[in-house]
């Protein structure tokens, strides 16, 4: 399942471009979804409880929908793995765009705050 989640994560990224990571990157840290019609993401406390896409009160979900893929997708991960995710995305950002450094520590160190996300 890890394989496939690690695949279309870097799918969202590939399919927003370079030039919306850092934009990405403060959605996440403001906890407000972001995308396109076809690639997005939402966090937890978007759906109400009674909504069908309901997923818990924490955590994050990415959509994935036709033509960008061949079948619709949809992933939720916790906060943790989330995160450890993300940092490994910075780290492929960063040597294409080491002068986002500093921005890009930033905007962590705001998502670790906001969903409360302790590293081991």
């Known amino acids: 399942m890890e394989d496939k989640e690690r695949k279309l ?3 969202f990224y590939h399919h927003m471009g ?7 990157l403060k ?8 995308g396109t019609e076809y690639a997005r993401f939402l966090f937890a406390d978007y759906y109400e409880e009674w909504e069908e896409d309901y997923f818990g009160k924490e955590g994050i ?4 929908d036709r033509p960008a893929v061949e079948e619709d997708e949809e992933i939720i991960l916790d906060y943790p793995t989330f995160f450890r995710y993300l940092k490994e995305d910075c780290l ?7 002068q986002d450094q500093s921005e ?3 905007q962590l160190e705001r998502i670790k705050k906001r969903f409360n996300i302790q590293e081991l």
């Open 92 to 98: 492929g950002y960063l040597e294409k765009y080491p």
């Open 27 to 34: 959605s996440y840290a403001k906890g407000e979804g972001y």
């Open 9 to 11: 994560i870097k799918y």
């Open 61 to 64: 979900a990415y959509y994935f």
């Open 18 to 24: 370079d030039s919306n990571f850092l934009r990405i």
């Open 104 to 106: 890009v520590e930033v």
